[in-house]
């Protein structure tokens, strides 16, 4: 994608759609949780009165694809099926149900004799979304923008324009029939207002990405708006000497095949070299009889991979039925080769140390960090967070997997009656800083 | 500064350095809340062993800046007085005895049986600090990161080298008597180090500058590192009609001058049109008498104010006694008004109407929104934080006065025995989300 974009200054007419928007969040911002309940329903219930339609749009965006000669992969998620649809709208009624992130007060405090510091949750304003052709993005992404009281701008790919603009339809159909503003929610279908759209940093507040790792690090080079989502996901599983071989050719068994695809399944397994006899001759049968292709370093090779694996493979996210492994010489070979080579993701230790356990989980800077258990875990839904935005590998918070509480920030209120700081420093008054 | 620096990569000299930190991160982050209390006691006492020394070093840096034709207000803030050092030193006892902001559990949540999931509390891991001539902030800063156990990386200015030196090596000294590595801290000397440590993404996890405007505005440009600060404070205060006009007078005053170089003093007054003929005959004369210089819009002119506000005005911090008024003619007009030129500082309302306030503050998008008290307000120590590490005029946390809190992250902790993703989707266990 960087290649086929020239940066690109927003036009009038994008400046003009994102202040409707923004001027719609301000709007949705003071609506009680009530009203964006209900408004998650009307969304529903469009998308339901309009399935047809939709499906009807999404058939003639698949039939164009195909004529185009865009990939199987693509055209697998571009196509939206009668479940599909479905499965998005039980979606935002799951989004609906979840706790309100709005309003969570998360300081109390008197500073002074009258003078209230209050710090609440809000929502953070606009948020623009940049997906390619995975059209139940949208439905997803609305919902939890109306949820968290946000505005969202949106942009899809070009292959799946019909269905997201029958899509948006519903969804602005729904809102007429609520109490909030449909302006809410925007969808661009102009192929130039994706660079565009990164340049609008007073009235976009956050960009999530929706799609390959190309495009998400395309978007983190060339906006200065904060983006939440994580471009590679290099994912570790080190099988410390100590260990149950059973428990760790079955984790590692997991971390790579459940869904090979997934940001959070395993690519580089790292093993210490006492144990990498016992473990390997158990675990490459495994591998062998699941399809997995196994390529190893120099030592490896001398119990049985004949594959090997060159420095490029330790950068790289497979994301496929690849795994690649490295014998070490101990836990901290394990956790310098982490921090090399990882993405701050999710790595894990598989060993029956305690010791070494809690000394791997506390160095490893990474969002998630595992003991015993499949890398596959981290994601939202298993998490319990009701809802998944996406998963950030910044050090900064959010990171890991980021439910609604993503989509809000905070504000401090201050009331006083009168209150002016020139009394504090005179001594006339003072700080009292009580929690109430 | 934007212009006198070339984009500088990191030579192998300071990758060197960045690494020796970022080691030494990895071990302070392991130390329990006494080793780093008791470190930051040594860190004090060193800087009290060696306070001749320090201040020698500063008085060789001011007679040479002085020399070099250095200005006044640049040349007061680098004098450090044996009263600032001292109060430095006090600054150091007060971080230390703040609350451990590290291993605070946030979520603690049982998956399913025998999976246990934390979200706790962790250090970033190791910060750079960009800083101009104020010799005090390495104290600060340097005491604020072991605190909070991260590593940190400096580069002050020119002007105080030898001072920043002597610092830094009686804090080196302290360190040495504790249990923690002293390369936890590290300070650069070489002028090309400032703009080439803005690209050791992989080594530092936040950048603070501390300095003028031109400074941030110029780091936040040039990193993508995160940075941990604001460049402009336009602060407003709209003045309702439904309004205590003493109390208005009152605390506008207090918000323009009690330290008009802050960022959180105004510099914009929004006066509603019903009330701007009473409000302003008690405003003018007592701004008047405290040397403000009042520019007015059009509209106010008939008032009594006789300089001219010009659309540059609206947009820039004066940081002096300075002070631009415009007479609007709605509530909305006023909020309208701060979105278009604020910074998202502090912005607040004087009103007797609570219903207005609340609309206001809600609406309006700034990190600080106040009722009936004074902008100056805005500040770590006067909201209790008992630290400021910075002021975020970012949408997203941290923002607003930051405390310690800003100087940690978070991490989840999955810990099971043996759990696979495959069993839950085949249905042979479940997921329980058990708060613990």
Known sequence: ??????????????????????????????????????ALSFMANSLIKNADRILEANNNDFEHAKENGISQSLLARLKLTRDKLYLGIEGIKKVRNLTDPIGQIQINKELSNGLILQRKTVPIGVLGVIFESRPDAVMQISSLAIRSGNGVILKGGRESNQTNISIIKALHEGLEESSLNKDSICLLTNRKDSIAMLNL????????????NELVKFIQNNTRIPVLGHADGICHLFIDNNCDIDLAVKVSLDSKIQYPAACNAIETLLIHKDVAPK??????????????ELRGDEKSGKYGIKLSASNKDWETEYLDLILSIKIVDSMFDAIAHIQRYGSRHTDGIITEDNHNASIFMNTVNSAGVFHNCSTRFADGFRYGFGAEVGISTQSLPPRGPVGLEGLVTYKYFLKGNGHIVDDFNSGKKSFTHKDL
């Open 201 to 212: 940093e007073k009235d976009i507040n956050l960009i999530i990405p929706r799609g390959s």
């Open 279 to 292: 473990f390997l001759s158990k675990a490459i049968p495994v591998f062998k009889a699941n399809k997995v």
């Open 1 to 38: 994608m960087g290649n086929t974009f020239n940066m690109q200054l927003p036009d009038k007419d994008l400046r003009e759609k994102a202040l409707k928007v923004r001027n719609a969040s301000n709007e949705i911002s003071q609506a009680d949780d009530d009203e964006r309940k209900n």
